[in-house]
């Protein structure tokens, strides 16, 4: 079946440094792939998407990109702010139920000023 | 404008009662979606709704659950007999057409099986 694993927190880090969280997917075909992101109090949001192999999603200073050969969708920011603590999931949509998304467990990044 | 909106946003319940979750989507959105957050979990698919018609209920967990959508809007995910197991965030999304449209999500609504 389609599954997502991403990397466990939490992940504690200092305003400014480099922030890589590693997501890998098992699917049947191509999926569409996908960050979203939960910040304190609010509901679920999304981040970025990618629907094709190679594509780079980004935005907000986020970037991932979809690599078919190792089926990864790694999210990474240059620098982060305190305002990117948050939940982070890495999510998959199968090309044959495109509506049907699978989460990864989340990972909660948490930035210190 | 106002996004997709869930109530109650806290329920208790005692086992074996019954429950009703409403979801109130983005106004114009024709597609909608359940799906149910357990603790330290990411959310899993539950059913999706076409317009009036559950298009895929294939992630309802068993009979016990029920989701409906009569006017092509709000929709109820309802709960039979509950357990103590079904305790999770239940989270309502919408998107315009379905497919690989963006899914706007509702905050959730908590719910507690005692």
């Known amino acids: 079946g389609n599954s997502v694993t991403q990397m466990e927190g939490p992940v504690t880090l200092s305003e400014e440094a480099f922030l890589t969280i590693n997501c890998t997917y098992t699917?049947?075909?191509?999926?569409?792939l996908f960050w979203y992101v939960q910040y304190p109090g609010e509901g679920l949001q999304l981040l970025l998407k990618?629907?094709?192999?190679?594509d780079k999603g980004s935005n907000k200073g986020f970037e991932a990109t979809y690599r078919k050969e190792t089926t990864s969708f790694h999210l990474e920011k240059g620098s982060v702010q305190v305002s990117d603590s948050a939940v982070y999931f890495c999510?998959?949509?199968?090309?044959?139920?495109?509506?049907?998304?699978?989460f990864g467990a989340g990972t909660t990044v948490t930035v210190r000023a | 404008g106002a996004g997709v909106s869930q109530t109650p946003s806290n329920k208790v319940t005692e086992k074996g009662k019954y429950v009703e979750l409403r979801c109130d989507p983005i106004?114009?959105?024709?597609?909608l979606y359940w799906y149910r957050q357990s603790l330290g979990q990411g959310p899993e698919f539950l059913i999706y709704?076409?317009?009036?018609?559950?298009?895929?209920d294939s992630g309802l967990p068993n009979d016990r659950f029920f989701a409906v959508r009569p006017e092509g809007s709000v929709s109820t995910l309802k709960i039979q007999r509950t357990e103590r197991g079904d305790s999770a965030v239940y989270l309502c999304?919408?998107?315009?057409?379905?497919?690989?449209?963006?899914?706007?999500f509702g905050p959730g609504t908590r719910l507690t099986v005692l």
């Open positions: 999304a919408s998107s315009m057409t379905g497919s690989t449209d963006t899914q706007y």
């Open positions: 709704f076409q317009g009036t018609g559950a298009a895929d």
């Open positions: 999510a998959l949509s199968p090309l044959s139920n495109d509506y049907k998304l699978s």
């Open positions: 106004s114009g959105h024709t597609a």
């Open positions: 699917a049947t075909g191509y999926p569409s």
């Open positions: 990618a629907t094709k192999a190679d």
